[in-house]
């Protein structure tokens, strides 16, 4: 019941913008000129300014031709991406060389270019690129030019100093590449299982839009296949008995009686549709639930207990698919008995699916929801085969079923009974006040 997304199991960014990799060298450009003129100028420090500003022009002059070349739009191929964030590592490794090494309190800066591909780039990049600045940050605490200071004086900072800096940059490196690979990877999967879920709500609309259009369709059709069984009678009469154009008259006869007889269960169909897209009560909502779930060898019971009047609602395709994502869930992990308890007040109504099967895995508990985290026990560390998952199912779930006002509560079943149980519960003026599902509208 979930589409399959490319990349879902492994890394899938979309490719950096060049315009992105532009402006962040425009901003390195300009801290770096800042830095160069107030150190020189400013505090009157002998520096190598020429061949600083040299390096500095090298980059302005790639991001000119950069934006020369290529549109601004351009998403930029991750080997490309990875060759332009290896130079600005180089490029800023050369200034530091000029100013003094890792004694210069701006070598920080060779963690940013490990930082943006760690966000946007595969590992492997990641990697290759963290392992340049190392090797640079390294070569930096031996191989340097004075650092710019006070006229006829010179600082030299103790090689253990240089020491504890580099260590301070390599741990750095590390968590910072880690936690934004993280965070990022985190937003990428919430990102494709948000477009699962549209694709799933979209499926549902297009299958509701159908009826509509088959009933129109036989609407239409109506009118001429009448007007052609009247001629046909008309024909029929006129012929003289024995006339041998009288069976193909009759052929044509029976078969537009035929095509009204399909036209006719066509219009059913979508009398039908018309009636399941008005409102219904709640007991109907859970019947269209659990009818596709039904003849799996798993008894589905469903009880409603309510004070006062069934509450009704519109057909929503998000809360059917939702709640029919849940109760395939649990006849998925059932042993033999899934059970759905259906209450109502004047206040509240509550849908309550358990099953009898392991139930949930009490170290996820509180995650289960988020994309990618498999919501039940599995024969191993990664789940596979008939209880494996990746989680997106129920997330899909959880995610329509919220958007409709609802709250989604977890737990297993206590005492010496096993399973999940699952509560879904809306305000009744919520529930009753779903919007009914719209057909979409044909873009072409």
């Not at 492997?124 to 390294?138: H, I, N, Q, S």
């Not at 600082?155 to 690979?181: D, E, K, R």
Request: aromatic share 8%.
């Amino acid at each position: 019941m979930v589409p399959r997304l490319e990349g879902s199991t492994g890394f899938s960014g979309r490719p950096l913008r060049l315009s992105t990799l532009v402006r962040l060298r425009w901003l390195a450009v300009a801290g770096q000129a800042l830095a160069v003129v107030v150190v020189d100028f400013w505090f009157g420090f002998p520096m190598p300014t020429g061949w600083c500003l040299l390096l500095i022009a090298l980059s302005a002059w790639l991001n000119i031709a950069l934006r020369i070349r290529f549109p601004s739009t351009l998403r930029v191929d991750p080997n490309w991406a990875t060759a332009l964030l290896a130079y600005d590592i180089l490029q800023l490794a050369g200034l530091l060389y000029l100013t003094g090494g890792l004694q210069n309190p701006f070598s920080i800066l060779l963690l940013s270019p490990v930082t943006v591909s760690a966000t946007t780039l595969a590992p492997d990049k990641t990697f290759l690129l963290g392992g340049l600045a190392l090797a640079a940050a390294t070569a930096l605490i031996f191989v340097h030019q004075p650092l710019p200071w006070f006229p006829g004086r010179t600082f030299t900072a103790p090689l253990h100093y240089l020491g504890g800096v580099w260590v301070a940059l390599v741990s750095s490196l590390i968590f910072i590449a880690f936690y934004a690979f993280r965070v990022a990877e985190e937003a990428r999967q919430l990102s494709n299982a948000l477009a699962a879920a549209e694709l799933v709500l979209q499926r549902e609309q297009h299958l509701s839009a159908l009826d509509g259009l088959a009933a129109a369709a036989a609407h239409e059709l109506g009118t001429p296949l009448a007007t052609i069984a009247l001629v046909a009678k008309e024909l029929d009469r006129e012929l003289p008995p024995g006339d041998p154009h009288g069976e193909d008259v009759r052929l044509i006869l029976s078969q537009s009686q035929r095509c009204r007889e399909i036209l006719s269960k066509l219009t059913s169909l979508g009398a039908g549709a018309e009636e399941h897209l008005g409102r219904m009560p709640l007991s109907h909502l859970l019947e269209e639930v659990i009818a596709p779930h039904r003849n799996f060898g798993i008894q589905i019971e469903v009880a409603l207990d309510g004070a006062g009047p069934e509450p009704v609602t519109a057909r929503n395709p998000g809360v059917i698919y939702g709640l029919g994502n849940l109760v395939e869930n649990a006849v998925d992990f059932a042993e033999s008995t899934v059970g759905l308890v259906a209450s109502w007040s004047d206040a509240g109504v509550a849908i309550e699916i358990t099953d009898d099967g392991p139930g949930f895995a009490p170290e996820i508990i509180d995650r289960i929801g988020e994309p990618y985290v498999t919501t039940r026990l599995g024969e191993g560390p990664v789940p596979t085969g008939e209880h494996g998952g990746l989680g997106l199912g129920f997330f899909i779930a959880k995610t329509l079923i919220e958007r409709s006002g609802a709250r989604l509560s977890l737990e297993n079943r206590r005492g010496a009974q096993s399973g999940a149980v699952v509560t879904v519960t809306w305000a009744r003026r919520d529930f009753e006040g779903l919007e009914e599902a719209k057909p979409l509208r044909n873009e072409a």
